[in-house]
């Protein structure tokens, strides 16, 4: 019913910057947040940024000060932009949503994106 379709990463150099994008598509009724994630080899798959329906926004200690999250929400489009990359932002990113479809009695479900690879070279 709900589908998440990402884009915007790739390979640079550490300094450099990149701005992820996920869009939302199928039958929402209701979008009550969405956030990024990401997982690196070995490791376990931590939450980035977030931000809520009301538009508060939430950052991990790692990333703040230099990722920003945004959103577009008449096209339930979510952003992350990302400066002054490190290597240790090396990771598979993956998009997620919190939403309620149409159909169902306003229950709220959570979806995934497919995630998309960011390398940061030193």
């Known amino acids: 019913q709900v589908q998440l379709v990402e884009s915007g990463g790739g390979l640079v150099q550490a300094g450099g910057s990149l701005r992820l994008s996920c869009a939302a598509s199928?039958?929402?009724?209701?979008?009550?947040?969405m956030a990024w994630y990401r997982q690196a080899p070995g490791k376990q798959r931590e939450l980035v940024a977030d931000v809520t329906g009301g538009g508060s926004t939430n950052y991990a200690d790692s990333v703040k000060g230099r990722f920003t999250i945004s959103r577009d929400s008449a096209e339930h489009t979510v952003f992350l932009q990302m400066n002054s990359l490190k290597p240790e932002d090396t990771a598979v990113y993956y998009c997620?949503?919190?939403?309620?479809?149409?159909?169902?009695?306003?229950?709220?479900?959570?979806?995934w994106g497919q995630g998309t690879q960011v390398t940061v070279s030193s």
């Open positions: 997620q949503a919190v939403a309620v479809p149409v159909g169902r009695n306003l229950y709220q479900y959570t979806y």
């Open positions: 199928g039958s929402i009724f209701r979008i009550n947040a």
